[in-house]
């Protein structure tokens, strides 16, 4: 299995760190749909030391595309190749992203990168949560980070769907749909952010936090395969499409398919808000 190849404990994390062998470019990607200035605010009053910070909105997004691309569009790549640079991030350089805890916003950079060929980035497994409760120390302020040069980055087109090409796939039965959030918005029974509740057709439920064991960290390899392999059927793993409101926490479930050695799944960057808005427009799904 690939646990150790995606995620990163803690312990190790702080190891590394007190080492001065090679250190990781660290990413601190707290943010809250409802407030989203505390993501940034949290990191300045403490965060991993040297830990630099990703905007959602700002950087892990281009909020300038239509709404037909969900709320949260995958980024400019001119844009983010130099965010990357700022941040002292070649395509060689060895990353680790974490959040408050579960996972689902460092799952977003680590699937931006990952999927254009950056192989060397990792998650914090239990997020700062985890680093607190095991003593790990924090330092307040801008972390000085030296730039570098502009790296490349290029999201392959392979690596994620559109509503159109989502739509045929799902027709064609050559496709599973899963969704991440969770339940109670997937069956419409509430929906606290997008103007329509419910689910795309034909889309199954995995919840992303059923990925995680009851200290908040990824649960084993072998459990997150059974579980999916479970849901899956006789799908292969290159043929389910993961979705959630915007196509952030549904990377979420992309990372623990990795974990559990299931490779080749991809993202619907829509979700269920660009899904929504390309519907109302009238004009159904297009890419």
């Known amino acids: 299995m690939n646990r150790a190849t995606h995620l ?12 001065g062998s090679e250190l990781p470019r660290i ?20 965060h991993i030391p ?3 910070y990703a905007d959602l909105n700002d950087d892990l997004s281009d909020l300038s ?21 700022e941040w002292g991030i070649a395509s060689d350089t060895p990353v ?15 699937w931006l990168l990952r999927s254009a060929g950056y192989r060397r980035v990792r998650v914090l497994d239990g997020g700062l949560k985890a680093w607190r409760r095991g003593g790990g120390e924090l330092e307040s302020g801008q972390s000085s980070v030296a730039p570098v040069e502009a790296p490349q980055w290029v999201l392959p087109r392979e690596r994620w769907v559109g509503n159109a090409q989502l739509k045929r796939a799902l027709s064609k039965g050559s496709a599973l749909l899963i969704d991440a959030r969770e ?12 103007p329509v509740a419910g689910h795309i057709p034909g889309a199954v439920n995995r919840p992303f936090t059923e990925n995680l064991d009851a200290s908040g960290c990824f649960k084993a390899a072998e459990a ?20 959630c409101g915007s196509g952030v926490t549904a990377c979420h479930n992309l990372l623990a398919m990795e974990i559990a050695g299931l490779h080749g799944s991809r993202l619907h960057a829509p979700s269920w808000s660009g899904w929504l808005a390309e519907t109302a427009q009238g004009t159904g799904p297009r890419d």
């Open 8 to 19: 990163i404990a803690a312990e190790d994390l702080s190891r590394q760190l007190h080492s």
């Open 224 to 243: 997150l395969r059974l579980a999916f392999d479970e849901l899956r059927g006789s799908h292969a793993p290159k043929q389910l499409i993961h979705q």
């Open 27 to 46: 990413v601190d990607c707290r943010f809250d749909l409802f407030d989203p200035e505390s993501g940034r605010k949290q990191w300045l009053e403490g």
């Open 96 to 110: 680790v992203a974490y959040d408050q805890g579960p996972g689902a916003l460092a799952a977003r950079l680590w």
């Open 183 to 194: 339940a109670a918005r997937y069956r419409g029974e509430v929906e606290p952010i997008d």
């Open 65 to 85: 595309q239509a709404a037909t691309q969900g709320r949260h569009p995958l980024p400019d790549p001119n844009r983010f190749a130099r965010r990357l640079a």
């Open 50 to 52: 040297g830990a630099v």
